[in-house]
Structure formats: C-alpha cells, structure tokens
C-alpha cells in the first residue's frame, strides 16, 4: 500500500535552515504529482509547494525564494528545502501523493490521496 514517511522537522531559530524528507514506497513514485503542505494549531491546511512527474514545481507566495521542492525518483524521496525561516512557518509538514490531477491544482489538499504523518517544524524569534 501506499507509504509516505516524512523526518527532518526540528526546533530552528528564525533565519535558519531544515532539509524536510519524505520516504515513499507503494506506488510508482515518478509517475505522481507530490506536494508538501503544513497546519498550524487552529489553522486549516494550506499547501506549500509541489512537483509534477516531469519536475513542473509550484510554491506559495509566503515560500517562494525561501523554500525549494525536489525530489530524487531513483531513491522515491521528496525533500523540501527551507531557508530563512520565520516563526509564521512554525507548523505541521505533511508530504502527499495523487496519481491524477490538473496541473492548475497542485496546490489543493483535496486534489490529493494519500498524506504521510506529518513531521513538526517550530520557528522561534
């Protein structure tokens, strides 16, 4: 079945750095789009990037510059690279995986599947 593991979340000060990953196993991992999204206490999910199977990437306006999405098909691993983080990133990282989408929709939860456990990353000023 489908398998996503997310690691790399951690306690960072503002202006630092986090490599997030997320380890996939179940499905044919470069034939997906995959995104990465995050929560924070009280707030709904909202995405943060994502990459179609031929290396298209979108990001969140709050991201661009700061965050890069990538993914490694022969490992099946999908990274996140944050730098400059500021405390308003402090959330819940969730990778996620959908087969079949419009690309137009990348950034929408409910285009998406199959979510990974989530892996919290916490800013402090």
């Known amino acids: 079945q489908v398998q996503l593991v997310e690691s790399g979340g951690g306690s960072v000060q503002a202006g630092g750095s986090l490599r997030l990953s997320c380890e996939a196993s179940g499905f044919r991992f470069d034939l997906y789009y995959l995104g990465w999204f995050r929560q924070a206490p009280g707030k709904e999910r909202e995405a943060v990037a994502a990459?179609?199977?031929?290396?298209?990437?979108v990001y969140t306006e709050s991201v661009k510059g700061r965050f890069t999405i990538s993914k490694d098909n022969a490992k099946n691993t999908l990274y996140l690279q944050m730098n400059d983080l500021k405390p308003e990133d402090t959330a819940i990282y969730y990778c996620?995986?959908?087969?079949?989408?419009?690309?137009?929709?990348?950034?929408?939860?409910?285009?998406?599947?199959?979510w990974g456990q989530g892996t919290q990353v916490t800013v402090s000023s």
């Open positions: 990459v179609a199977a031929d290396g298209y990437t």
């Open positions: 996620a995986a959908q087969e079949y989408m419009h690309w137009a929709k990348m950034l929408a939860p409910d285009q998406y599947n199959y």
